[in-house]
């Protein structure tokens, strides 16, 4: 049966905000970073595992990339990497099913 219908983006939108995900060049940096991404979301700043780079989800993408990599640059903070990551679609299909995988028989399990 069909459950979600729509493009991938539309399917992708449907789910999420995009992360912001910044990784400073000097490490050192990280929470310097979150600070100022902390100021342009409404969402807490997360840290991966290894603390080397912070994201927040963001509703305009573009702009917001944008002004982030400005105000890094105004700040004299050098990026190693800078990027907006959209929900995937193994991630859409994991909120849309609420985390079942198809069984043989082509119902949800539990």
């Known amino acids: 049966r069909v459950i979600a219908e729509g493009t991938a983006d539309e399917l992708k939108a449907?789910?999420?905000?995009?992360a912001l995900v910044v990784t400073p060049a000097d490490h050192a940096e990280i929470d310097r970073v979150a600070a100022l991404l902390d100021a342009i979301s409404t969402s807490t700043p997360?840290?991966?595992?290894?603390?080397?780079?912070?994201?927040?989800?963001?509703?305009?993408?573009?702009?917001?990339?944008v002004d982030v990599?400005?105000?890094?640059?105004?700040?004299?903070?050098?990026?190693?990497?800078i990027a907006v990551r959209r929900p995937?679609?193994?991630?859409?299909?994991?909120?849309?099913?609420?985390?079942r995988t198809p069984s043989a028989d082509g119902e949800g399990a539990p």
């Open 14 to 18: 449907s789910v999420g905000a995009s």
């Open 46 to 65: 997360r840290f991966d595992d290894t603390f080397t780079s912070v994201s927040v989800t963001v509703d305009d993408r573009v702009q917001s990339l």
């Open 69 to 81: 990599a400005s105000q890094l640059r105004d700040l004299g903070i050098e990026i190693a990497d």
């Open 88 to 99: 995937s679609l193994d991630e859409v299909f994991l909120t849309v099913t609420g985390g």
